[in-house]
């Protein structure tokens, strides 16, 4: 199976940016469509953005449309989000994964973001 790993993440104040990497490991990382997840505390994982198997689509979850950017390489097996003008409310653990994941596959360890001043 893929093993993935996130970080990227930190602190950072409301306006700022940051920009996300999850490195998969596997042959077969180019196979599959991937998205990036976050969970706030007490709120269920939601997706955030997503990319296919190539990088030629993408998709957005309408409170992260034109602030967020996926992308991939997949010569290097690893899928990144950059992250603008964050928000308080983009505080989460982030997470990728393969875009049909489910909770009772493997997940990484994810990576925190918190946006504070």
């Known amino acids: 199976q893929v093993q993935l790993v996130e970080s990227g993440g930190g602190l950072v104040q409301p306006g700022g940016s940051l920009r996300l990497s999850c490195a998969a490991s596997g042959r077969t990382f180019s196979s599959y469509a991937m998205r990036w997840f976050r969970q706030a505390p007490g709120k269920e994982r939601e997706v955030v953005a997503g990319i296919t198997r190539l990088g030629f689509g993408t998709e957005y979850a309408d409170s992260v449309k034109g602030r967020f950017t996926i992308s991939r390489d997949n010569a290097k097996n690893t899928v990144y989000l950059r992250m603008n003008t964050l928000k308080p409310e983009d505080t989460a653990v982030y997470y990728c994964?393969?875009?049909?994941?489910?909770?009772?596959?493997?997940w990484g360890q994810g990576t925190q973001v918190t946006v504070s001043s």
């Open positions: 994964n393969k875009a049909d994941a489910t909770p009772y596959d493997y």
